[in-house]
């Protein structure tokens, strides 16, 4: 007996929906590697899940963009607008450029300039001269301005010093001015009348 048919309809199932998926995306990418092979042609498979995971096949003797670049020219559909080619345009004067300040920047620390002329090597020279100029400059400036901050530090640190052996005299001051004060309480306390011990029976004194 031959395999019932089987209804296409989405699969409820989410695991047996899911285990259809796998099985048939393997048997699509190994058709269209056989095809690729068995008759020379150029194949390119695109897969997206429900996911949202992508798998993808593409002949080994062509990419995708010249695939769809083929496409484009044989249905005449424009696939990238004009803004994907305003990004192209800009993304290649970008790598321009930045292959430009690469040539400039061997050129400013003196590699690759054996091509460079007579006028190229002047320019250079007076760039350097420029930029080093600049860098003086600033390295001057830094000197100064670091020069500035230790002089403002020292007489900071010697105003401290200043003040903490200000406040030292006049604690010491306070510390004399108050012995002074207590010997000077001690003599008076010595130095008050006095007084003699009267008997207390004074016919004693009689009879000595």
């Not at 000077?184 to 009348?193: D, I, L």
């Amino acid at each position: 007996m031959g395999r019932g048919k089987i209804e296409i309809k989405r699969i409820e199932n989410s695991n047996n929906r899911q285990v259809t998926y796998s099985k048939r995306r393997n048997g699509l990418i190994k058709k269209a590697k056989e095809i690729s092979v068995l008759c020379d042609a150029q194949v390119s498979l695109i897969i997206f899940g429900s996911s949202g995971k992508m798998h993808e096949y593409c002949s080994s003797n062509t990419s995708l963009v010249d695939i769809l670049d083929q496409y484009h020219t044989q249905c005449g559909k424009r696939l990238w607008d004009a803004k994907h080619e305003n990004l192209s345009n800009e993304l290649d004067r970008m790598k321009k450029e930045n292959d430009n300040l690469q040539i400039q920047l061997r050129h400013l620390k003196g590699e690759d300039i054996t091509s460079l002329n007579h006028r190229e090597l002047i320019i250079l020279e007076d760039n350097l001269e420029n930029g080093l100029s600049c860098v003086r400059e600033q390295k001057d400036e830094v000197i100064m301005t670091h020069r500035r901050n230790q002089k403002q530090l020292e007489e900071e640190t010697k105003d401290l010093h200043f003040y903490a052996q200000h406040k030292d005299m006049m604690m010491a001051e306070n510390a004399r001015a108050g012995n002074d004060g207590y010997h000077q309480r001690t003599k008076a306390g010595f130095g008050s009348p006095a007084y003699r011990v009267q008997p207390i029976q004074p016919n004693l004194q009689r009879r000595f």
